[in-house]
C-alpha cells in the first residue's frame, strides 16, 4: 500500500499543520476540501502558514472521491455538517483520519462510512491564529499519533502513513494503545483546557492556584471513573503521554482563544461528551456539569444576551 493522494478536510489550526508538512512530498497530490466561498477563498488566497502561502489543490467532496487519505481537522459544531462531504469523498480503500479533539468524532464518521476505514488518531499542536493566518513551531510540536484498535498493530495502512510523514517535517509515531492515548489527551483538555478558559487567564494560573488545582482535580477524577467504566485503562498511555511541549505561563488554550475571540468552543465535544457518557454509566459528573453551564453561558455573553445596557425591559427582582 502507498499513499498517492491526500485531502484535508478543515484548513485551520489543526490541517494547517499537515498541509505544510505535505506540501513538500512531490510524489502526491495534496488537496483541500471546500465549496462555496471557501473554495474561492483558498483557490484566490492559498493557506498562509507560518508566514508562507501554500496553495494546495481545492478539491469539492465528489472530487476528491477515492483519496488514498482523507484528513478530517474540523471543529467539533463544524462535524454534523460535514458528514455527507465526508461520505462523498471516501472511497473504498480510502483511510480516514479524524485529528479532531474528544474520543467521540470516530464514531460520528463511521456513521456514514465503514468503520474498518478509518484510523484512529489524535494530533497535539500547539497552533494560534495571526492576521495572516496559522502558526505553530515545528521543532516542539508533539504531532500526530496514530493507530490500530487491534492487532495486527503493524499494519500495512499504518506503515503506509509512516512511509507519507517520513521526512515531512511531521512529527508522528503509531501506538498499539491509541484509544488509551485519545483519552489521555481528553483528559489534558477537559482537565486543563477549560477551568482556564472560565478564569480568562493563562496556564500559570494551575501553578500558582490551589482553587484552579482542585477543580482540575474533581474534573480528572470524573473523566477517569467513565474511562475506568468503559474498560479504558489510561495507564497504559502514560510512558508515552506524559511528556509534552513547555507553554509559558501566559499561554491560553484553544477554549480560551475560542472565548477571547467571541467564538463558540467546543464544549460540547468536552465536558457535553463526558455528561453524557457519564449518564450511560451510571457516573455523576457534576463538576463537568457546572464548567459544561459555565462555558455556555460564556458563549451567551460573547453572543450579546446579556447585554442591559440601555434596554428598558421590566426589571427583575431578586429574592
Known sequence: MEIKSVAVLGAGAVGSYVIWGLSGVKNIELGVVAEGERAKRLKEKGCTINHT???????????????????????????????????????????????????????????????????YSLIKVASHKEEDGY????????????????????????????????????????????????????????????????????????????????ISEGLRQELEAVAAAKGIDISKA???????????????????????????????MFSGALIRMGKESGIPTPYNEYTYHMIKALEEKNDGLFDYEGKTEESTWSK
Request: aromatic share 8%; glycine share 8%; proline share 5%.
Open 53 to 119: 502561502v501554500y496553495h494546495p489543490h481545492v478539491w469539492t467532496p465528489q472530487e476528491a472521491y477515492g483519496v488514498d487519505l482523507l484528513v478530517v481537522s474540523l471543529k467539533y459544531g463544524a462535524l454534523p455538517g460535514a458528514l455527507e462531504s465526508i461520505r462523498e469523498a471516501v472511497g473504498e480503500n480510502t483511510i480516514v483520519m479524524s485529528l479532531m479533539n474528544g474520543v467521540d468524532s470516530e464514531e460520528m464518521i463511521s456513521t456514514v462510512i465503514p468503520k474498518a476505514n478509518i484510523m
Open 238 to 268: 502514560a510512558a508515552s503521554s506524559s511528556h509534552g511541549s513547555a507553554v509559558p505561563p501566559f499561554a491560553r488554550y484553544s477554549t480560551l482563544q475560542d472565548l477571547d475571540a467571541g467564538r463558540h468552543t467546543e464544549i460540547d
Open 135 to 214: 502558526c505553530f513551531d515545528p521543532e516542539t510540536t508533539i504531532g500526530i499519533i496514530f493507530g490500530e484498535l487491534e492487532a495486527p498493530y503493524e499494519s500495512e495502512r499504518v506503515r503506509a502513513i509512516e512511509e507519507l510523514f517520513a521526512d515531512t517535517g511531521i512529527h508522528f509515531r503509531h501506538t498499539d494503545y491509541i484509544r488509551e492515548e485519545m483519552w489521555s489527551k481528553f483528559r489534558l483538555n477537559v482537565c486543563n483546557n477549560l477551568p482556564q478558559a472560565i478564569l480568562g487567564a493563562g496556564v500559570g494560573c494551575y501553578r500558582d492556584s490551589i482553587h484552579m488545582k482542585a
